[in-house]
């Protein structure tokens, strides 16, 4: 048999290189694709050979044992690495196994079509072989798959992580500055920053109830929407970002919002987002800049505007501002997971969250919400026109 596999080789190769191009939509080049089984089909024809001599279990260290008993074989290390190399190219399970029964098709087509005669001997060792190679293919590709499955969990729960400890320093930089104006003397517990202090707290009480809960469900918290004047909203957001402004000797400019106005939100979610972007222009604005909060409404829409003064961005990273971990100011602290959250939030929200570059200036970064109307109907105005 080993004298038909030499003689026929490069048909052989052809005919299982046609195979996969039919079957397959990969666009992986054809030198790698039949490089699994070029190997193979020299492995199996110096294991027919080495069978026909007087030493023929000198054939296991190429082509390894029968019965899937483990053990180091060429066939079984070149399989291997072909499960990865398939993996890596895209190819389904399906298609690692697919890829050896070519081959003993295409043998036993062929030798049908050349009168040739296999013996059975010869044919269990095709077996053999062909048993081994999809083992260990289809054993390597399993490992792959499930290895980069892994690693992918890993990353999303190091990402989640991150956003915990960023929303958790966040609220506790709050309490912080509050506490320390509070030690100053200058204002009391009973007052509006004490009112800052107490929210900073609650809110990271939230946060940690919300990690707790999202540990023991499959799915994320179900939102806790609630309807809220527009003005209100804006009000404790004023309220809470001050306190960076002073540190950051930046001025919060604030128009006056419509009070009919409302908008339908998980709050602490919405909070959250709008803090982020507030933080944000304090944080890469120069100091003594004027950052401005604006809340208007446009048709069905409710728009939140925080316009600051870092200077515009770059269209490479317009592109990339809302992933996570990307930072594109200067300062560097923190884990550039902000804007990341903040899109998050607000589209759990039924919104979303956009940036334009003003070039010389800043950035704007607008949330769009559904339009409510205080004292009216639960449901979101609708633009008629």
Do not use: W
């Not at 046609?18 to 699994?36: M, N, Y």
């Not at 180091?72 to 499960?83: K, P, T």
């Not at 044919?123 to 999809?134: E, K, M, P, S, V």
């Not at 003064?309 to 971990?325: E, K």
Request: contains cysteine; proline residues 3%.
């Amino acid at each position: 048999m080993y004298h038909f596999l030499i003689d026929n080789r490069a048909e052989l190769i052809a005919r299982c290189r046609t195979k996969v191009a039919q079957r397959s939509s990969s666009s992986t080049p054809s030198a790698e694709l039949d490089h699994g089984i070029t190997v193979f089909l020299d492995q199996l024809i110096r294991t027919l050979q080495l069978e026909a001599t007087s030493d023929p279990m000198r054939s296991r260290k190429v082509s390894g044992p029968s019965g899937g008993v483990p053990a180091l074989s060429e066939i079984g290390e070149s399989a291997g690495m072909h499960g990865r190399e398939l993996l890596r190219h895209g190819f389904t399970v399906d298609e690692v196994v697919h890829d050896y029964g070519d081959l003993c098709q295409a043998i036993s087509d062929l030798a049908v079509e050349r009168g040739e005669m296999i013996a059975v001997d010869e044919f269990r060792t095709l077996n053999r072989c062909l048993d081994n190679a999809i083992a260990n293919a289809v054993t390597e590709f399993g490992y792959q798959h499930d290895a980069g499955l892994a690693e992918a969990q890993a990353i999303a729960l190091n990402e989640r992580l991150g956003f915990l400890a960023h929303e958790l320093r966040n609220q506790l930089c709050t309490a912080t500055l509050a506490l320390s104006l509070i030690k100053q003397g200058s204002v009391g517990l009973s007052g509006a920053t004490g009112g800052i202090l107490d929210r900073a707290l609650v809110a990271l009480g939230s946060l940690i109830d919300r990690s707790l809960a999202e540990v023991r469900m499959t799915v994320g918290m179900p939102l806790q929407d609630q309807m809220y004047s527009l003005s209100d909203y804006v009000g404790e957001i004023t309220q809470s970002a001050s306190l960076d402004a002073h540190v950051r000797e930046c001025v919060l400019s604030v128009s006056a919002v419509d009070p009919l106005l409302a908008i339908k939100v998980d709050r602490d979610l919405l909070l959250s987002a709008a803090g982020n972007l507030l933080q944000n222009a304090f944080k890469f604005s120069p100091a003594h800049s004027e950052i401005t909060l604006d809340a208007y409404a446009v048709a069905d829409r409710i728009f939140i505007d925080v316009e600051d003064r870092c200077g515009g961005l770059s269209a490479a990273h317009m592109d990339t501002i809302f992933q996570p971990f990307v930072q594109a100011g200067e300062d560097r602290s923190g884990l550039g997971l902000g804007l990341s959250i903040s899109r998050r939030s607000v589209e759990a929200n039924h919104g979303e969250l956009s940036v334009r570059s003003i070039a010389g200036s800043g950035c704007v970064f607008t949330i769009a919400l559904p339009r409510y109307q205080v004292g009216h109907s639960p449901g979101p105005i609708t633009d008629t026109l």
